[in-house]
């Protein structure tokens, strides 16, 4: 037995060895054909040194008559030119030829490599394997069957010695405008066995794409990244993106033949940049930088000043701006008078000019391609943010022909980049597409779609482009013209160029739409509307100003801020009366007697909401250490000051925790006298510079008053007796809030057969929920003043609450507005009720007035309950129930002999007796 094994092994050595030397015997040739040098060339150029591989491109220069491949049958022009090559090695016994298509094929093996598998083979001829019969579908019953693998021959790689390869393209004679896939495939079908051709199924050599790209991935080795077939564990030496798959391959392309490697990540990138580049204001490339204001733009002014602060000379920048939205004529009227002589040239084609957006970006084109000396085009829309001031030099340092910046919307999965399109040539997810946007994987990429900021070299231009389609849009039109005639894209990430803005939500009726932008393009929002200086808050030796005890000076936000908030209270011009009735609430009661808009009525309440949380709050809890909070308020507003107006504010104490009031304009400029006052300590503050707040203490130790103005309007920002009013919710809110996020999701889901069980479910909920809660809140009694503040916070954490229920557990889900309109209705109730609660009762009439102002029941027992739970004793209840019956009967039809005279006689004996003391 042990003679046997030793036989066996020996056999099995010699086999190797013979195999070693037959390989180390051969030279391989790999061959392709090409009319025209495209960037696919260039990148099997590039993939063939990598491998060092010895490549020849036949047919540079000849006028393809081929047809159009892409989509229709064809290629034999490329069988023909291929035989007049092979003449050279037809008679090399020890040349073994390999032929890949040129334009959409990367090699990923050594020689030695290719050798090995080939011989493996144990054949004369190997051809690339399918899963797809093209062209002639009538082939399919002459196909001998396969246990494993694909099943159909692929002419776009095979792999023979140079005789038989010889051989088989001169088997006959065959038209330029015939398919060379057609003519290797009955090649195939009748003759494989008498030129020993055997079909690659399992990819050990070729890796056909299309069908088979679910099959393949990538593994990423220190120093190089290969393609694995799944199926068949196998590393295919060449990959073609045949038919339909050309977008998988270059995906694929960014990484293969150690374009993009683990240990050193994008060795590509670096191979063709150009770093001698003069970029002196004397001898800088002429360039032509178009600026495309094609919609409503948030921060316009913002983006015109990033275009203005581009470290290019500008000189050397022919600049071309299209705008075709009316609304933004003045801000860019402003901004070209005050900078166009600093360019080149420039020319405008303004909304009247009837360009479309594709119009206009074709003309950019023919605009540079008509001056020689204009080198590259760079095509700015006005929705992207370029904060890199040299993104210009960068990008033509990359030497790409068509390369963008990539950039996304902050926080958002949202890019100027896609790695891959769908079939219908919309957005598809590549699988590292979100490695590339979030910087994981730096990089130059081979793009599907690129868009919003783009540069063209000059030879780009020369080639073709085209931004107009029937049916797609601009920004989609110009990838799909390049994808069609095979021209790479490409996306740089190596730097932060900037970002993208979002114009959903921007409305162009407001004064000052900018300032609404917070959440949805929040840094460019903290460029323009944070003050200069509010970094500083945080700085490690940073020293407060603190004018009065406790009362400091914080710079918040910007002067741009203050005045664009005043346009757009000024805008709105409902200021109220400054009494305590004001019928802008939904109680028609207000707490805070002052001249005033609140945030609320020009739809900016969520807004300064999340200011005082995301920027006050962070700067409070390091001046008054060990309190945090959440940042509620109840009511936040503007203040006017006027001399004929409301020109002061009396002494009063804030019901909040702290305070604070932003100065929104300037003193001794604007308006002189006002300024805050503080009582106990004897000590003022005249005013705030523009921009910046106070912040002190409320309730019980800064008794302060509003100081008289002398001349002009005095504008603030109020947040007094409002934020953090009392506390934070109760203890009961937040255990229903818990109870809700909790078993909300799991109704909705055993509800999930019909929408309208879930909603009838809410309805149902809210109409038991709040006759209950106004139950419980008037069995609270005696309630004093702050107890009445808490109640209405819990009662505004609650209806928020409720408001959202419907929808907890989803993203974006607005509750149907019947059902709003059952939580508004029940807690505009319960508001009114605690306000009467409020409201003093020592002029008897008034209080009645009110009550029958706020509450719409007239029955005496919801009275009694309000006297309640005000805590008054029984016989101011008794003396105010018998004033307000004589009351409610003054409103009701006389009867009997009573006459108005005994009426009003009645009333006024009994507000005696209710004045009278107990």
Not at 53 to 63: A, K, Q, S
Not at 570 to 578: C, D, I
Not at 783 to 802: F, G, H, Y
């Amino acid at each position: 037995m042990q003679s046997i094994m030793c036989i066996f092994l020996v056999i099995l050595f010699l086999f190797a060895f013979h195999c070693n030397c037959l390989n180390a015997s051969l030279k391989l040739k790999v061959v392709t054909v090409a009319t025209d040098e495209t960037d696919g060339l260039k990148r099997l150029r590039r993939s063939a040194e990598v491998y060092d591989l010895d490549l020849t491109v036949t047919g540079l220069g000849i006028e393809w008559q081929g047809g159009d491949v892409a989509r229709f049958a064809g290629g034999g022009h490329k069988v023909n030119i291929l035989k007049e090559k092979l003449e050279e090695w037809r008679d090399e016994p020890n040349t073994v030829i390999m032929f890949t298509d040129a334009y959409d094929v990367i090699l990923t093996a050594n020689a030695e490599t290719i050798l090995k598998k080939f011989l493996e083979f144990e054949c004369k001829l190997v051809f690339a394997a399918e899963p797809f019969l093209w062209p002639d579908l009538g082939l399919e019953r002459y196909y001998p069957q396969t246990r494993l693998g694909y099943k159909y021959l692929n002419s776009g790689g095979f792999i023979g010695y140079a005789q038989d390869v010889w051989n088989i393209v001169n088997d006959k004679p065959i038209g330029n405008d015939e398919d060379d896939q057609l003519f290797y495939s009955v090649i195939y079908v009748d003759k494989r066995e008498q030129y020993d051709m055997r079909l690659d199924h399992r990819s050990h050599i070729f890796q056909n794409l299309n069908g088979a790209f679910g099959d393949v991935e990538l593994e990423f080795r220190d120093n190089d990244t290969v393609l694995l077939n799944k199926l068949y564990q196998t590393y295919p030496a060449m990959v073609h993106g045949n038919g339909a798959s050309k977008n998988n391959l270059n995906n694929l392309g960014n990484y293969l033949a150690q374009s993009w490697v683990k240990e050193f990540g994008c060795v590509h990138c670096d191979e063709s940049i150009i770093e001698s580049i003069d970029f002196s204001p004397e001898n800088s490339p002429t360039i032509q930088l178009a600026i495309f204001v094609e919609g409503p733009t948030p921060f316009l002014t913002l983006f015109l000043d990033k275009i203005s602060e581009l470290s290019y000379p500008k000189k050397s920048i022919r600049l071309f701006l299209h705008n075709n939205y009316d609304y933004h004529s003045g801000t860019l009227n402003k901004w070209i008078k005050e900078n166009h002589k600093l360019y080149k040239s420039y020319l405008i084609k303004s909304p009247h000019g009837k360009l479309d957006e594709a119009q206009a970006k074709n003309t950019s084109v023919h605009q540079c391609l008509e001056k020689s000396e204009c080198e590259y085009l760079f095509t700015v829309n006005s929705d992207a943010m370029l904060t890199n001031k040299d993104i210009i030099q960068l990008l033509i340092q990359r030497n790409r022909s068509i390369i963008a910046p990539l950039i996304r919307m902050p926080g958002k999965y949202w890019s100027n980049f896609w790695g891959q399109v769908a079939p219908d040539g919309f957005y598809a997810r590549s699988f590292d597409y979100f490695e590339i946007i979030q910087g994981d994987r730096k990089g130059i990429w081979n793009a599907a779609f690129i868009s919003t900021a783009i540069l063209y070299n000059r030879e780009a231009l020369e080639k073709g482009l085209n931004f107009e389609s029937p049916d797609l849009s601009t920004d989609m039109a110009g990838p799909a013209f390049l994808r069609e005639k095979g021209r790479f894209m490409y996306s740089d990430n190596q730097e932060e160029y900037g970002h993208l803005t979002d114009a959903t939500n921007f409305d162009v009726t407001r004064r000052n739409p900018d300032m609404y932008m917070l959440y949805d393009n929040k840094l460019d929002w903290e460029t323009v509307y944070l003050h200069e200086n509010y970094s500083g808050n945080f700085e490690p030796d940073v020293n407060y100003s603190m004018p009065c005890p406790d009362v400091y000076n914080v710079p918040l936000v910007s002067p741009l801020y203050c005045q664009h908030l005043i346009e757009e209270m000024e805008f709105f011009g409902k200021w109220s009366g400054g009494g305590h009735n004001d019928a802008r609430l939904a109680g028609g009661y207000e707490n805070v007697p002052t001249v005033d808009i609140h945030m609320n009525q020009i739809g900016y309440e969520k807004h300064w909401l999340t200011i005082i949380k995301d920027y006050v709050l962070p700067v409070q809890e390091k001046i008054y250490v060990g309190y945090s909070s959440d940042g509620k308020a109840i009511m936040n507003f503007v203040v006017k000051y006027h001399p004929k107006g409301q020109k002061y504010l009396r002494p009063h104490h804030d019901s909040s925790t702290f305070t604070i009031n932003v100065a929104l304009n300037r003193h001794e400029i604007d308006f002189t006298g006002g300024g805050s006052n503080f009582l106990r300590y004897n000590c003022s503050v005249p005013q705030n510079p523009v921009g910046w707040l106070i912040m002190h203490p409320g309730r019980l130790t800064h008794y302060h008053e509003g100081l008289e103005i002398i001349s002009g309007v005095r504008y603030i920002m109020n947040n007094w007796s409002s934020l953090e009013s009392v506390g934070d919710q109760s203890t009961y809110v937040v255990e229903i809030q818990t109870y809700l996020h909790r078993t909300i999701p799991a109704v909705r889901d055993a509800l999930s057969c019909s929408k309208k069980f879930f909603n009838h479910f809410c309805h149902k909920f809210a109409s038991e929920f709040i006759p209950s809660l106004i139950s419980n809140t008037q069995k609270c009694k005696p309630l004093s003043a702050i107890a009445v503040e808490q109640l209405m916070i819990d009662a505004l954490t609650l209806k928020t609450t409720l408001l959202e229920m419907p929808s907890i557990g989803l993203q974006t889900k607005k509750a149907p507005a019947s059902y709003q309109s059952i939580i508004t209705k029940g807690f505009t109730r319960i508001d009114r009720i605690l306000k009467v609660t409020m409201t003093p009762h020592e002029n008897s009439e008034l209080f009645i007035e009110e009550y029958l102002k706020l509450v719409e029941e007239r029955e005496q027992s919801e009275f009694q309950k309000i006297l309640e739970m005000k805590g008054l004793k029984r016989a101011e209840q008794n003396a105010l129930m018998e004033l307000y019956k004589v009351r409610i009967s003054l409103h009701a039809p006389v009867r009997g002999d009573a006459s108005p005279q005994t009426q009003e006689s009645r009333l006024k004996k009994l507000e005696k007796m209710v004045k009278r003391p107990f």
